[in-house]
């Protein structure tokens, strides 16, 4: 079992910049793909981005693609999610997720495919 603590939320203006971080515990860090995922409010969760174990691969949602940039330490058992150009409808809880793949490149954008989750951490963007 591995357990996901997320920090870097926060308030910020549109148009800038936050790193979410995401420390794992427990199990091998690299033993895991690793997602992010938010739920703005009222709405359901939804995809942000995903990284493949060995990090060579990646996935983002269409609404973040170019803006947001994940990637993993796995020395450090830390997934990072780099987030530029930020706006207002950004605003969610972002949630990070472990997931246990059969290969190193595999991700999965489906929430459904993740065993583990963090508790989240709030992002709020101010127009």
């Known amino acids: 079992q591995v357990q996901l603590n997320e920090s870097g939320g926060g308030l910020v203006q549109a148009g800038g910049s936050l790193r979410l971080s995401c420390a794992a515990s427990?199990?091998?860090?690299?033993?895991?793909?690793m997602g992010w995922f938010r739920q703005p409010p009222g709405k359901e969760r939804e995809f942000v981005a995903a990284?493949?174990?060995?990090?060579?691969?990646?996935s983002y949602a269409d609404s973040v693609k170019g803006r947001f940039t994940i990637s993993r330490d796995n020395a450090k058992n830390t997934v990072y999610l780099q987030m530029n150009s930020l706006k207002p409808e950004d605003t969610a809880v972002y949630y990070c997720?472990?997931?246990?793949?059969?290969?190193?490149?595999?991700?999965?954008?489906?929430?459904?495919?993740?065993?583990?989750w963090g508790q989240g951490t709030q992002v709020t963007v101010s127009s």
């Open positions: 990284i493949s174990r060995s990090g060579s691969s990646t």
């Open positions: 997720a472990a997931d246990t793949p059969p290969s190193l490149i595999t991700i999965s954008r489906g929430p459904g495919s993740y065993d583990y």
């Open positions: 427990g199990r091998t860090f690299s033993r895991y793909a």
